[in-house]
């Protein structure tokens, strides 16, 4: 199966760093961990609030995801296209003369 971004969701190495990089400040200092991680929260809440409301987690479907398939498809017209008009030469009587 070919790579694609989509399989990979790069997007949670961010959080997973952030929460390890809080999870470190709390056993170095208890009152700068939880400020750490109550900032954490509050990003994530934006977040969330963002991502349901506008994002990914809307529902609607992605621009890119659509135009991957739109290029996908045309992709295999193409291909399609071309072992048509290559079957299309192979069978034409005159080309044997």
């Known amino acids: 199966m ?5 399989r990979l969701a790069p997007q949670w190495l961010v959080p997973a760093v ?3 990089a809080d ?3 709390l056993s170095y200092n208890v009152t700068l961990g939880l400020a750490a991680g109550a900032l954490l929260a509050v990003l994530a809440a934006v977040w969330l609030y963002l991502a349901l409301r506008y994002g ?3 529902g609607t479907p992605s621009a890119r995801v659509a135009l ?3 290029v996908r498809a045309q992709d295999e017209l193409r291909r399609r296209a071309v072992l048509r008009s290559r079957a299309q030469q ?3 009587p005159a080309e044997d003369a």
């Not at 070919?2 to 989509?6: D, K, L, S």
Request: no cysteine; aromatic share 4%; glycine share 10%.
């Open 18 to 20: 952030a929460v390890a």
């Open 56 to 58: 990914s987690l809307s």
């Open 23 to 25: 999870g470190l400040l």
């Open 90 to 92: 192979g069978s034409d």
């Open 2 to 6: 070919p790579f694609t971004p989509e």
């Open 68 to 70: 991957a398939q739109r």
